[in-house]
T-cell receptor, first 116, second 113 residues
Framework: AQKITQTQPGMFVQEKEAVTLDCTYD???????LFWYKQPSSGEMIFLIY??????QNATEGRYSLNFQKARKSANLVISASQLGDSAMYFC?????????????FGQGTELSVKP | DTAVSQTPKYLVTQMGNDKSIKCEQN?????MYWYKQDSKKFLKIMFS???????INETVPNRFSPKSPDKAHLNLHINSLELGDSAVYFC????????????FGSGTRLTVV
């Protein structure tokens, strides 16, 4: 069964430094998508970045990059130049192929705190 | 224009009551979902509808009944509410046949007292 694991319940980072949030996944599918979502204290789910299983290049979106290591089944999120507004819960997620149900499965989340 | 809108945002109700949460999306997506986020922030899928047809029905008490009148709407009705139903419920939508992520609504915080 598909599974997403985030082993860091909480992380601290100094403002302006980079931080890596870990994510590993388990699937037997060849086609899948990997995502990171941010959930600030206001509660909404904000899409950050997407990586397709066939994409050879690591995805980047502004200060966010996804370090995709397919053989290790890891999809770590790197946030560069952290800002106070980055303090939030971060979820890694994997979408099953649609012919497998297409579910978006989430990890347990990592709570990031950015210190001034 | 809000892409996925849920109402109400907050819902406080007594045990035993019946309540509904409404969801609408204007993205033209063909699939909609309900997720439950528990007190530990864990997000779990409950239901999924594709063009009004139920395609995912996870292990959810049958007090929860989704209804999709058309592909732009997916409502969640909960009968005989229990304390353990207190959670944040998220609606989401997507296209079924791609690998892209979902667009989420802003969530409904349900508190059962």
């Amino acid at each position: 069964a598909q599974k997403i694991t985030q082993t860091q319940p909480g992380m601290f980072v100094q403002e302006k430094e980079a931080v890596t949030l870990d994510c590993t996944y388990d699937t037997s599918d060849q086609s899948y998508g990997l995502f990171w979502y941010k959930q600030p204290s206001s509660g909404e789910m904000i899409f950050l970045i997407y990586q397709g299983s066939y994409d050879e290049q690591n995805a980047t979106e502004g200060r966010y990059s996804l370090n995709f290591q397919k053989a290790r089944k890891s999809a770590n999120l790197v946030i560069s130049a952290s800002q106070l507004g980055d303090s939030a819960m971060y979820f890694c997620a994997m979408r099953e192929a649609y012919n497998q149900g297409g579910k978006l499965i989430f990890g347990q989340g990592t709570e990031l705190s950015v210190k001034p | 224009d809000t892409a996925v809108s849920q109402t109400p945002k907050y819902l406080v109700t007594q045990m035993g009551n019946d309540k509904s949460i409404k969801c609408e999306q204007n993205l033209g997506h063909d699939t909609m979902y309900w997720y439950k986020q528990d007190s530990k922030k864990f997000l779990k899928i409950m239901f999924s509808y594709n063009n009004k047809e139920l395609i995912i029905n996870e292990t959810v008490p049958n007090r929860f009944s989704p209804k999709s009148p058309d592909k732009a709407h997916l409502n969640l009705h909960i009968n005989s509410l229990e304390l353990g139903d207190s959670a944040v419920y998220f609606c989401a939508s997507s296209f079924r046949t791609d690998n892209y992520g979902y667009t989420f609504g802003s969530g409904t915080r349900l508190t059962v007292v």
